[in-house]
């Protein structure tokens, strides 16, 4: 596996494309800076306070998916609702 940025295979690791649909892509730690930072084109970097809030969201996906009474699609439904609801109550504060 290599990093989809700059072809490196060392130090890679995730990032989200989409956290709606859990879309990723290999980077290395270098490139996944660079991303967050703004200093790739064709990648945006994720306004922080929504970051920590999806972060979250995307944490509590992993425990309820330990439950075995829980469906995946059912907790994606879920986070997908309340991600939309939280994203429009922080844009609506700023």
């Known amino acids: 596996?290599?990093?989809?940025?700059?072809?490196?295979?060392?130090?890679?690791?995730?990032?989200?494309?989409?956290?709606?649909?859990?879309?990723?892509?290999?980077?290395?730690?270098?490139?996944?800076?660079?991303?967050?930072?703004?200093?790739?084109?064709?990648?945006?970097?994720?306004?922080?306070?929504?970051?920590?809030?999806?972060s979250l969201l995307t944490e509590t996906i992993h425990s309820l998916q330990n439950l075995k009474e829980w469906q995946t699609e059912q907790i994606y439904s879920i986070v997908d609702r309340l991600t939309e609801e939280k994203i429009k109550s922080l844009e609506a504060t700023q």
């Open 1 to 54: 596996m290599t990093c989809k940025i700059c072809g490196s295979e060392q130090s890679l690791v995730a990032h989200h494309i989409s956290y709606k649909n859990n879309v990723k892509i290999m980077v290395c730690r270098s490139c996944h800076s660079n991303i967050h930072n703004g200093n790739i084109k064709g990648f945006e970097p994720i306004d922080e306070s929504k970051f920590r809030k999806i």
